[in-house]
């Protein structure tokens, strides 16, 4: 006992003089919030957070858990980037257990020379890296009709942003070689349901990966492992995850998920089909429904935005009801199809306040308010809402979801 708290007083002397090198802490290795009084813990292979960080993804029970989404804490995370364990999850059938030793991606159909790539023929191609979100375009879906989600991860949360590292899909195509006349690319995942989707040639020849990293790691399985889709700037049902066949035809496939599912219904009774794009958006993060403010005083407002369409130029704040509106500082560097970090500073003075954002993209679009997005497409969507979002102060303080 003696010999033991001596060492520990030694060793707390040596460590606040500085002068603790690797000599091995034995024992004293377990701290608990005792600061620089003993030994921390030693190195480790894989990097856990603090115990004391509980940021989570939200989802429902269901009976379906296999068929179900996660949401991402967008109002807990700060700059742009999602880490792997917090991007949002969207299964049709579950995550499927791949190996990767034992996985390869087919090229075939209208092409010279069909292709067979294992992950190790692929990780040897010229690769790149970029910024992309990726966004369910069932994200905030609820705000076409009554407000029921309570806050931003809940409300806006199928909606992440990684840097992802793959081969451009085009480098693939130009090795087997299209046949003259074919225009679209068929991917395939996987998965237990086959999630299908058709690609136009156009796109699949421009900036799509096949994407084998995310953050600097390879992909979690939820994301896709071992390899994905990233279509950037398109919704997120395109991404195709644990991508086994990519198939060059000369017409689209019209599978489920682009024909019953992840169609709009217009109010003229057609439906609009084969909707890519997501079209620029923005929410503040904070402060966002959830929240309590604890008095009146000096806040930052601070959110995000994003278009699929290319970089954000510009957002807007308003704090009362749209009335005025001050331009909010952007995070650089502004990556294109990206988040893109928005933040003003204000102070609160205790009144009601109505606080919303309005960003606009490098192709000049301009986020719409709810009511011009419901006069151009009526209220029979469940995708591709993007209208401007609008939290309520109260005069306690508490933030809420309302309509403007
Ligand atoms: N193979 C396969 N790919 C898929 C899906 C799926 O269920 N199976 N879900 C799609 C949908 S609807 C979305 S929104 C995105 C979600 O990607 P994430 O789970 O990495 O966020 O993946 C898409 N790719
Ligand atoms: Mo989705």
């Not at 900036?207 to 492992?225: C, K, T």
């Not at 035809?249 to 089909?273: C, F, H, N, V, W």
Request: glycine share 10%; net charge neutral; proline share 6%.
């Amino acid at each position: 006992m003696e010999e033991a708290s001596n060492r520990r007083k030694f060793l707390s002397v040596s460590a606040l003089a500085g002068v603790l090198s690797a000599c091995g802490g034995g024992k004293e290795t377990a701290v608990e919030d005792e600061g620089p009084s003993r030994l921390g813990r030693p190195v480790s292979a894989y990097g856990e957070r603090s115990a004391h960080v509980k940021l989570a993804r939200a989802f429902r029970d269901s009976a379906n858990p296999e068929a179900a989404a996660s949401f991402t804490p967008l109002q807990d995370l700060d700059g742009i980037i999602t880490p792997a364990s917090l991007h949002f999850e969207r299964h049709h059938a579950g995550v499927p257990q791949i190996d990767p030793e034992k996985h390869e991606l087919l090229l075939h159909g209208m092409v010279d020379r069909p292709l067979m790539f294992t992950l190790a023929d692929l990780r040897r191609l010229p690769s790149e890296s970029h910024v992309y979100f990726i966004e369910c375009s069932g994200n905030s879906g609820g705000e076409w009709g009554a407000k029921t989600t309570p806050d931003p991860q809940r409300g806006f949360g199928l909606a992440s942003c990684s840097e992802w590292t793959g081969v451009p899909l085009r480098t693939l195509l130009e090795e087997a070689g299209v046949k003259p006349g074919a225009s679209w690319v068929i991917a395939e995942g996987n998965d237990a349901c086959r999630m299908m989707r058709s690609i136009p040639m156009a796109k699949a020849m421009d900036d799509i990966l096949v994407a084998y990293s995310q953050n600097g790691e390879p992909l979690r399985p939820e994301q896709g492992f071992p390899l994905r889709l990233v279509v950037p700037g398109w919704e997120g049902n395109i991404n195709v995850k644990w991508l086994r066949v990519l198939k060059v035809a000369d017409q689209p496939y019209m599978a489920k998920d682009e024909t019953s599912k992840y169609t709009d219904l217009m109010p003229d009774g057609k439906a609009r089909i084969f909707t890519f794009v997501m079209e620029a958006k923005s929410i503040i993060t904070f402060p966002a429904g959830g929240r309590k403010l604890s008095g009146p005083g000096l806040y930052e407002i601070t959110g995000l935005a994003w278009s699929g369409r290319g970089r954000i130029e510009k957002v807007e704040v308003s704090t009362d009801g749209g009335k005025s509106w001050t331009a909010a500082r952007l995070q650089e560097p502004r990556h294109r199809i990206a988040f893109t970090r928005f933040r003003l500073p204000w102070r609160w003075d205790g009144g009601e306040a109505m606080l919303q954002s309005r960003c606009t993209d490098e192709s000049g679009y301009v986020q719409p308010s709810k009511e011009e997005l419901v006069a151009a497409r009526g209220t029979g969507s469940n995708y591709h809402f993007n209208g401007i979002k609008p939290w309520k102060i109260s005069a306690d303080g508490s933030v809420t979801n309302v309509d403007a």
